[in-house]
Structures are given as structure tokens and as C-alpha cells.
């Protein structure tokens, strides 16, 4: 069984920083893809950073340029470094993975980290 568990999120100011952390945990063989995504009150989810088992990035055109994704193999962790939060960055903050286990090859999400952006 394979778990994905979030952190870091929290109440910031605009223009602040936080730093999101996503732990994968279970019986794991590998993982290919670890990306965030986030959903807002009244809106579709959508794709904030993903990465790749091969070291490939991308980020949604919102967050280009303010938040890093980066990921530690070793610990079968992601990160997500958010600056210059904005109002509108406000969301529940999803960690997804396509992992490997033993005997099959799965998409898995954790339960999600509120971070709140407001004065």
C-alpha cells in the first residue's frame, strides 16, 4: 500500500513564501511522475509543477516564475517552494504520484494541504 502525505501548508500574507512537502511512503518499487496540483473553491483542479523520474519539469502558466518544484529521489519526496503568493493562489494543495509497486503501476493522491493567501 502506498501513501502520499502533504505538509506545509498554512495562513500567508500576499507577496509571502511557503514551502510544500509531499512524502511518499509504502511499498514502493519506483517513481515516475510527482506533480502538485491545487483546486480552489468553484474551480476545476489544475496542474501547478509536475516532474518527471528523469529530471524533466513544467509548471502551469499562473505560477511560472514564482514557485519552484524540486524532488529528492532518495527520500521519495517532493517539494514545492511558493513565492510571491497572491490572493488567487489560495487552494487546497494536492500531491499526486504514478508509482510502481510490486505488482502493479498506479496513480495515488494525498488528502491535500489548504494554503491560504490574505491580509
Known amino acids: 500500500q502506498v501513501q502520499l502525505v502533504e505538509s506545509g501548508g498554512g495562513l500567508v500574507q500576499p507577496g509571502g513564501s511557503l514551502r510544500l512537502s509531499c512524502v511518499a511512503s509504502?511499498?514502493?518499487?519506483?517513481?515516475?511522475?510527482m506533480n502538485w496540483h491545487r483546486q480552489a473553491p468553484g474551480k476545476q483542479r489544475e496542474l501547478v509543477a509536475g516532474?518527471?523520474?528523469?529530471?524533466?519539469?513544467n509548471y502551469g502558466d499562473s505560477v511560472k516564475g514564482r514557485f519552484t518544484v524540486s524532488r529528492d529521489n532518495a527520500k521519495n519526496t517532493v517539494y514545492l517552494q511558493m513565492n510571491g503568493l497572491k490572493p488567487e493562489d489560495t487552494a487546497v494543495y494536492y500531491c499526486?504520484?504514478?508509482?510502481?509497486?510490486?505488482?502493479?503501476?498506479?496513480?495515488?493522491w494525498g488528502q491535500g494541504t489548504q494554503v491560504t493567501v490574505s491580509s
Open positions: 516532474t518527471t523520474s528523469t529530471g524533466s519539469i
Open positions: 499526486a504520484a504514478v508509482i510502481s509497486t510490486m505488482d502493479r503501476l498506479s496513480d495515488y
Open positions: 509504502g511499498t514502493i518499487r519506483s517513481i515516475h511522475t
